[in-house]
């Protein structure tokens, strides 16, 4: 047998653990050594099964919380996933990033509806908690601003933010507990400070948020603001969206100009 250079080796084998339908650069199968207890049919089929594993352990890890209420058809669904979409990385960072929306059109999302939302919240959690940049909190930022530049102060913000909104309640999805469509929806806020975290938060501060992202001052975001709520009350919900996420470390730094 001739021996092929190690990229069309490495096809074939990828092709043989990953992807059994797809077509083979050759046929290697005679370069696996065997043995007397192992035939090399069986060699590959002990290397296939334990990739797969792996692979679902990988989404099993990314995806906890929905593996822990499909239970069983949680390996179901990412057999069922990993044909369409094969691991063709060396990492497995990005593994589970088509997950939500494969589950969207899963025969699993028609018995299990909150499915969708859920793992795409996890993803959302997942990724970032990989996120450069991330500075330690400073809680008492505004405390170095001196009251006539608080008006121009701009916002360094933490780059793993996210919000996610559902109309399910996926605070207590990732405890466990299923709950019903709700007719409103809910916000979440997702962020890294050091491992990944989540909590409630409301749409209002999600608005201001992306203001203040958009690289706006502190009076141009608060005229904005009024904009889109000429009718409510701002203030309040700017002070202690402020100091919630000084708190929390969402805000990195500022400046004044």
Known sequence: MNHPDLRTLQQWFSAEIFEKHRIRPGDYLGLVRESPRFSKAR???????????????????DFPCAAALLKDSFGDLCNDYLKVYPSCSFTLDRLG?????????????????????????????????????????????????APSDLEKVRFELNPSVC?????????????????????????????NDGTAQFLKSSHHKKEFWHLLKQGLDLTQACDEFAK???????????????????????IQGITTS
């Open 163 to 191: 919000f996610f909104n559902s109309a399910y309640d996926v605070d207590k999805l990732v405890k466990g507990i299923v709950t019903e469509k709700s007719k409103t929806e809910f916000t979440y806020l997702i962020y």
């Open 43 to 61: 060699r590959m089929r002990v290397y296939s099964y334990a990739a797969g594993a792996r692979l679902k352990e990988a989404l099993e890890v």
């Open 228 to 250: 889109l709520h000429p009718t409510d009350d701002l203030g309040p919900i700017v002070m202690s969206s402020l100091q919630e996420w000084a708190r929390l470390g969402l």
């Open 97 to 145: 990033h088509k997950l939500p929306e494969f589950v969207f059109n899963h025969e699993l999302q028609k018995t299990h509806p909150y499915l969708h939302d859920l793992t795409s919240f996890e993803w959302f959690l997942a990724t970032s908690f990989f996120v450069d940049g991330i500075k330690p909190a400073n809680p008492n930022f505004l405390s170095s601003v």
